[in-house]
Antibody, heavy 117, light 112 residues
């Protein structure tokens, strides 16, 4: 059974940093691209970043480019999102998801990031 | 970015009834590889989204055949027949043909 467990969310002041983790199990992590998707409170879904199976290719939405870094450790089956220079508009629940069948097939339960002073 | 327009925003339904949700894209979702990367998700209250339909009409593992997807080009539909209580929540369409992937704004299915 595919399992994704996010962690690392919390309350952080504007301009500070936070690093999210996503621990994967139940599939061969190194074979699949991975994604981060977020959802602001009471809002819709927004893709944030993606990474290839090897980690050699990464992709970001414009609003986080230069501030967020997606990475992975295939030996630990773990996905990361380093978030720097956080803004109030980054407040959201962050989900990791797998790239099975060319879409976001399996999702974690999410971790809430609140950016506020 | 490709704009995904979902209608209606809210959809009251009687249990056992049938409903349709529309999703229209601002440009064709046919990829250069010939596939159409339009997918449907359900987010139940307090849960993360779950994949229902991938590539227009393919049911994901464990999804009952009450759910069906259709459409082509820029116009897509999700149909739910014999609605059950566990079907309630917000439905989203997603396109991953063009970068960046974009979601529709959601359709809330609720009891009439």
């Amino acid at each position: 059974e595919v399992q994704l467990v996010e962690s690392g969310g919390g309350l952080v002041q504007p301009g500070r940093s936070l690093k999210l983790s996503c621990a994967a199990s139940g599939f061969t992590f190194s074979n699949y691209g991975m994604h981060w998707i977020r959802q602001a409170p009471t809002k819709g879904l927004e893709w944030v970043a993606s990474i290839s199976p090897s980690g050699g290719s990464t992709y970001y939405r414009d609003s986080v480019k230069g501030r967020f870094t997606i990475s992975r450790d295939n030996a630990k089956s773990t996905l990361y999102l380093q978030m720097n220079s956080l803004r109030s508009e980054d407040t959201a629940t962050y989900y990791c998801a797998t790239n099975h069948i060319h879409t976001f097939a399996y999702w974690g339960q999410g971790t809430l990031v609140t950016v506020s002073s | 970015d490709v704009l995904m327009t979902q209608t209606p925003v809210s959809l009251p339904v009687s249990l056992g009834g049938q409903v349709s949700i529309s999703c229209r894209s601002s440009q064709s979702l046919v990829h250069s590889d010939g596939n159409t990367y339009l997918h449907w998700y359900l987010q139940k209250p307090g849960q993360s989204p779950q994949l229902l339909i991938y590539r227009v009409s393919n049911r994901f593992s464990g999804v009952p055949d009450r759910f069906s997807g259709s459409g082509s080009g820029t116009d897509f539909t999700l149909k739910i027949s014999r609605v059950e209580p566990e079907d309630l929540g917000v439905y989203y369409c997603l396109q991953s043909t063009h970068f960046p992937p974009t979601f529709g704004s959601g359709t809330k299915l609720e009891i009439k």
